[in-house]
């Protein structure tokens, strides 16, 4: 039971990071049709812009605020300069130019940074909490509870707000968007902007326990992509389902067969997932309607 | 000197990569009229109206729009001076509830004005009362037709440009749908119309122009084209 326990938790905790990065990659496909390789680049800007500037003095929320900043101006930057210049490109030719940005961000991080392994303190002590005989750390819930956060307030903001519903039907329509008057380009940049944010967030939380270098978005944006193809690409509630899904696939693979084939085994599942469900768990079949 | 028109296109070219589907129209809309374009299917029409609209670039040529040139400006900018479009196929925001769809029409207005623009479509079109909270993908398709023009109405719009409102209709909501564009030239929406079906078109419009291959052919009253053996035997189908 104490195994089962700690297990799920340590499941849900990076499943909710996978999430947060699927959220990410799930946004900017719905408003652009753009598959965005960038998206573990702005979790790693998150955790190491947070781990410079605290260092360099800052204190922890200011140095948090930074990392989200520079990450949303990244995010914005990489828009600007790399996706709106290849507007009417195929998708393809798209995912090679956010793989390419992906590789300018980290080398420019391994430039400005180092190559070390950084982590930052625990945001409420290092003492586990003991629950059915389980160790959690505290930071874990900090983990689950931002993600959950960040999860309800995209929610608020999509369903609630006419910018958000703009969103949406800058999705929905792109034509009938721009002619209602919303400036498409705008939602665009909005859209990666938001979802800098939601991965600065996620390195943020998740490097007190997981530690942080310039080189861990690669993994983590092929672990959210694998998320958000799990859940079924273009479903936000998709992108979630399939982050924490895969984490907790992960952490039993790791604890019940190896840690070694821990990576593989969430690999292998999805291949199968995919096989099976071509258009993910919770995705839509892609019908165009006339 | 007469007072500039509403909308003035002149030698206006523009198509999609090498094939120019719009080889040079002049073509003006004055204030309150309800002015038709009609001809065969690909002669150019849906395109010129993308054109006014700005989400197809122009090669050539230049549109004012009261007084102003817009033709370098970016779609929602010209929506901001209101040039709306109800495009053809109604391209609504299908998963969007309706009344989702109505309140993104008026993106560009105040919200103020919203609430009292979404009750003068709720008279004008019933129906989208009684369905505001369906996804606009569910409506029937005279539904969704009242809802994209709906839509298009609560961008107070000046001018109307309406692409095909009667294709895929039932006759009598054909009917009920050129009624209401009669009805909002009263309220004093100018509006121009591109239609198949050119002898209802005709019938309601001031004035009209006969597009052909990317060409104004022929242009008038309503009236004389109607008349106009050229006109009658090629596009009318009589």
Known sequence: MAELVQLLFAGLTTGAVYALVALGFTLIFQASEVVNFAQGEFVMLGGMVTVFAYQAGLPLPLAALLAVLVAVATGVLLHRLAIEPAKGATVVTLIIVTIGASILIRGLAQLVFDKQFHALPAFSGDAPLRLLGAAILPQSLWVLGGAAAIVFGLWLFMERTLLGKAVRATAANRLAAELVGIDTRLVLALAFAVSAAIGAVGGILVTPITLTSYAVGTLLALKGFAAAMLGGIGNPVGAVAGGLLLGLLEAFAAGWISSTYKDGVAFLVILLVLFALPHGLLGRRAVERV | ?238
């Open chain 2, 1 to 238: 000197m007469p007072p500039e028109p509403l909308l003035r296109v002149q030698g206006l070219r523009c198509g999609y990569g090498r094939i120019e589907a719009v080889k040079g129209v002049d073509l003006e809309v004055a204030e309150g009229e309800i002015v038709a374009l009609v001809g065969a299917n690909g002669a150019g029409k849906t395109t010129l109206l993308r054109a006014i609209s700005g989400v197809l670039p122009i090669t050539a040529g230049a549109i004012r729009f009261a007084g102003e040139p817009v033709e370098t400006m970016r779609p929602h900018e010209r929506v901001a001076r209101g040039i709306v479009q109800v495009p053809e196929g109604r391209q609504l925001f299908g998963p969007l509830t309706v009344l989702d769809n109505l309140r993104l029409g008026a993106f560009r207005r105040g919200r103020a004005r919203t609430e009292e623009n979404l009750e003068r479509v709720f008279s004008l079109f019933p129906q989208l009362a009684e369905r505001r909270d369906t996804a606009a993908g569910a409506l029937s398709g005279g539904q969704q037709q009242m809802c994209a023009i709906g839509r298009a109405l609560m961008a107070e719009p000046k001018l109307l440009l309406l692409d095909e409102p009667s294709m895929g209709l039932a006759p009598f909501l054909v009917e009920q749908i050129l009624e209401t564009v009669a009805r909002l030239r009263r309220e004093g929406v100018t509006v121009l119309l591109v239609e198949q079906n050119a002898v209802a078109a005709l019938s309601l419009a001031d004035r009209g122009y006969v597009l052909e291959t990317g060409r104004i052919a022929h242009s008038g009253t309503g009236r004389d084209l109607l008349g106009d053996p050229a006109v009658r035997e090629a596009y009318l189908g009589v």
